[in-house]
C-alpha cells in the first residue's frame, strides 16, 4: 500500500514538473512584455511597474491590427471551407460504394505526408499566373487543401462508427442520404466537428511557408509573417518582441484553451487511428 | 471496394437484383461520388497538381524566368554531389536525434514513473503540455531567441549556478546552434509525446500490473514487460508526429538562425525557399522539396507497417 501511494506521488510530480517546463518559458515571456521597452537588456525581472503600453506600442509598429485581421480571414474562412468539403467526403468514403473508393481514400491519406516545401514553387508561379499571389484567397485555398486530407479522413472515421441504426431508421421513413447526413449525423457528431474546426484553425494560423511566398509582394501579410518581419527590424528589443509575440500567439492559445477538450480528443484518437 | 467493382462490372442474377435494384446502385454510386467531388476536385488542384508540377520542375533547369530546359536527374546528383546540401540534410537527421530520441526517452521514462496511476488534475495539465505544441512555431522561435541570447535567461540561469563557463551565444555558436534548435523541438513536443503516452497507458489493465508484481517485477521489469508493449502503437504515432516535425522545421529554422551561423542550421525545409526565391534555382529547389517528401514518407512507412500488421 505504501509502495503505491509512492508511486502516485511520483506519477503527479513528474507531470506537473514536464508541464512546468512547458509553461515556465512562456511565463516569462509574458513578463519580458511587460517590462520598460528598448533597454536593450535581455535579462528577466520584475520590474516595479508594468508596461502595459507596450502591447499598444507593437500593434502600431508592427501594424499587427492589420495582420490578425488577415490571420483571422485565413483561418476562419479555411476552417469553414475544411469543414464544408470533408464532412460530405467523409460522408461518401463511408457510407457509399463506389469504384475506386479505396483508391481515393489512399490518395486522401497520403497528403497528410505532403511538406507544404514540395508545393510551393509551383503554386507561387501558378497563383501569379492567374493573379492569386499577393492575395489572402490564394492563401485560403492552399490551407484548406492542406487541411482536408485530415478533416476528411477524420470524419470518414466518424461516419464509420456512427450507428448504422440513425441511418436504417432514417432510409425507412424515405429520408434522402442529404436529409439523413445533416438532420440525423451531424447532430451527434459536434464534438468531432469541433476537434476539426480547433485542429484545421490552429494549423492554419500557425502556418508560416505559404503565405511568406504567396504574399511576398508585401500588400499583405498575416500575423506570424509580420512577427518575423518585427524580429527583423526590432532584433534586440526583446520587450517589444515578447509583446508582439503574444498578440500573434493570443488567437490559437484563446481557441485552444476554449476548446481544449476537443482538441486533446482530435490528436489523441486521431493520431491513434492514423 | 474490389466487390462493388465485381458487382457492377457483372450480371447479377435476376431472382436477386432486377434492374431496377441495379440502377439504384447505379443512383446511389453516383450520389456518393457526388458527395466526394468537390473536396476530391479542391485537392487535386491545390495539393496533387502543384505537388507532380513540383516533381516535373525537379528534373528541369529554370530561373523562373527565361524558359525551362529538361537536365533529367542533375539536379538530385547537384545534391547529392555538393557536401552543403548533404550536411544539410545529416542536419536534419539530428534534429530527429532531438525531436524523436530524445522526446521518447524522456517520455517513456517519465511514463514509466507514473505506471498506471491516475493523475489528479489531468484536464488542466494535459492543457499546459499542448501548450508549446498549440503555439505559433514563429512566437516560440522569437520566444526561444531571447531565452538563449548572450545575456538572457538560460545564460543567467547558468551564471547564477556557477556554470559560468557554460554560458555562450547558445544560436550563434558554431558547434551549439543545431543542438540548441534541437532542444527547442524537443521542448514544443514532449509534451505532446507524454500526453499521448498517458492515454496510451490508461488503457493497459490494470491487472497485467498487479499481476506483474505478484510476480515479483521491480520497476524496470513492469516497464519493459507491461508499460512499453502496451504503448508500441502511440510510440508509432508520437514518431511519426515527431520526425515529420523534425523535417518541416522551415519556421523555426527562420526565425532563430535563417540557417547560420555560416551553415550550421541549413536543413532541406530552408534550402528549399532560399534557393527558390533568393537563389532562384527553381529546378534544384524542387529536387530538394521531393528528397524531403520522399524522405517524410519513407521514415512514415518505416514507423507506421510494424503495428498495422500485427
Given amino acids: 500500500m505504501k509502495t503505491t501511494r509512492a508511486h502516485a506521488v511520483t506519477g503527479q510530480l513528474v507531470v506537473t514538473c514536464a508541464a512546468a517546463i512547458a509553461v515556465v518559458p512562456l511565463l516569462g515571456v509574458l513578463i519580458m512584455a511587460l517590462r520598460e521597452p528598448d533597454t536593450r537588456d535581455s535579462t528577466i525581472r520584475l520590474s516595479d511597474s508594468f508596461h502595459f503600453s507596450n502591447f499598444g506600442a507593437v500593434w502600431g509598429l508592427a501594424d499587427l491590427g492589420a495582420a490578425l485581421a488577415s490571420s483571422f480571414t485565413v483561418s476562419i474562412t479555411a476552417t469553414l471551407l475544411t469543414v464544408l468539403l470533408s464532412v460530405p467526403a467523409g460522408y461518401a468514403l463511408a457510407h457509399f460504394r463506389f469504384p475506386l473508393r479505396n483508391t481515393l481514400f489512399v490518395l486522401l491519406l497520403a497528403g497528410l505526408m505532403l511538406p507544404n516545401e514540395s508545393l510551393i514553387i509551383p503554386l507561387y508561379f501558378d497563383f501569379r499566373a492567374v493573379g492569386l499571389a499577393d492575395n489572402l484567397l490564394g492563401v485560403i485555398l492552399v490551407e484548406t487543401a492542406l487541411g482536408l486530407a485530415f478533416g476528411t479522413f477524420w470524419m470518414r472515421s466518424f461516419f464509420r462508427e456512427a450507428s448504422p441504426e440513425i441511418v436504417d431508421a432514417g432510409r425507412m421513413d424515405g429520408a434522402n442520404s442529404f436529409v439523413i447526413l445533416v438532420r440525423l449525423l451531424l447532430p451527434t457528431a459536434v464534438p468531432q466537428l469541433l476537434a476539426l474546426v480547433v485542429l484545421t484553425f490552429v494549423w492554419s494560423w500557425n502556418d508560416l511557408l505559404v503565405p511568406l511566398v504567396m504574399l511576398s509582394g508585401g500588400r499583405q501579410f498575416t500575423a506570424p509573417m509580420a512577427l518575423a518581419a518585427f524580429q527583423g527590424q526590432y532584433a534586440t528589443d526583446y520587450a517589444y518582441l515578447a509583446a508582439a509575440a503574444i498578440l500573434t500567439a493570443l488567437p490559437v492559445v484563446v481557441v485552444y484553451l476554449v476548446l481544449q477538450r476537443s482538441f486533446a480528443q482530435g490528436i489523441t484518437s486521431g493520431a491513434t487511428k492514423g | ?310
Fill in chain 2, 1 to 310: 471496394m474490389t466487390s462493388s467493382l465485381i458487382a457492377g462490372s457483372r450480371p447479377v442474377p435476376r431472382s436477386e437484383a432486377g434492374p431496377d435494384a441495379r440502377g439504384q446502385r447505379r443512383r446511389t454510386a453516383l450520389v456518393g461520388i457526388g458527395y466526394l467531388a468537390p473536396a476530391l476536385l479542391f485537392y487535386a488542384v491545390f495539393l496533387l497538381v502543384p505537388f507532380f508540377h513540383s516533381v516535373y520542375l525537379s528534373f528541369c533547369s529554370w530561373d523562373g524566368i527565361s524558359p525551362k530546359r529538361w537536365v533529367g536527374l542533375d539536379n538530385y546528383r547537384s545534391i547529392m554531389g555538393s557536401a552543403q546540401y548533404r550536411d544539410a540534410f545529416a542536419h536534419s537527421f539530428v534534429l530527429i536525434g532531438f525531436y524523436t530520441i530524445l522526446t521518447m526517452a524522456v517520455a517513456l521514462v517519465l511514463v514509466g514513473f507514473l505506471g498506471s496511476t491516475k493523475v489528479r488534475g489531468m484536464v488542466l495539465l494535459r492543457a499546459a503540455l499542448f501548450l508549446p505544441y498549440v503555439i505559433t512555431p514563429v512566437v516560440t522561435g522569437v520566444a526561444w531567441r531571447w531565452l538563449l541570447a548572450p545575456d538572457g535567461p538560460v545564460n543567467a540561469v547558468l551564471r547564477a549556478v556557477g556554470l559560468d563557463g557554460w554560458a555562450r551565444a547558445w544560436l550563434g555558436d558554431f558547434d551549439w546552434s543545431l543542438p540548441s534548435v534541437g532542444l527547442i523541438g524537443t521542448w514544443m513536443l514532449l509534451g505532446l509525446a507524454l500526453v499521448l503516452l498517458i492515454a496510451g497507458v490508461q488503457r493497459i489493465p490494470p491487472d497485467l500490473y498487479e499481476a506483474a508484481r505478484l510476480d515479483g517485477a521491480g520497476p524496470v521489469r513492469e516497464f519493459l514487460a507491461v508499460t512499453l508493449p502496451g504503448v508500441r502503437s502511440e510510440v508509432a504515432v508520437v514518431t511519426v508526429l515527431t520526425v515529420t516535425a523534425a523535417l518541416r522545421n522551415f519556421d523555426l529554422i527562420y526565425v532563430t538562425t535563417q540557417g547560420g551561423p555560416g551553415s550550421s542550421t541549413e536543413v532541406p525545409s530552408f534550402l528549399v525557399y532560399q534557393q527558390a526565391f533568393f537563389v532562384g534555382d527553381l529546378g534544384l529547389a524542387s529536387a530538394m522539396g521531393v528528397l524531403l517528401t520522399l524522405l517524410i514518407l519513407v521514415l512514415t512507412m518505416l514507423t507506421l507497417r510494424p503495428w498495422r500488421k500485427g
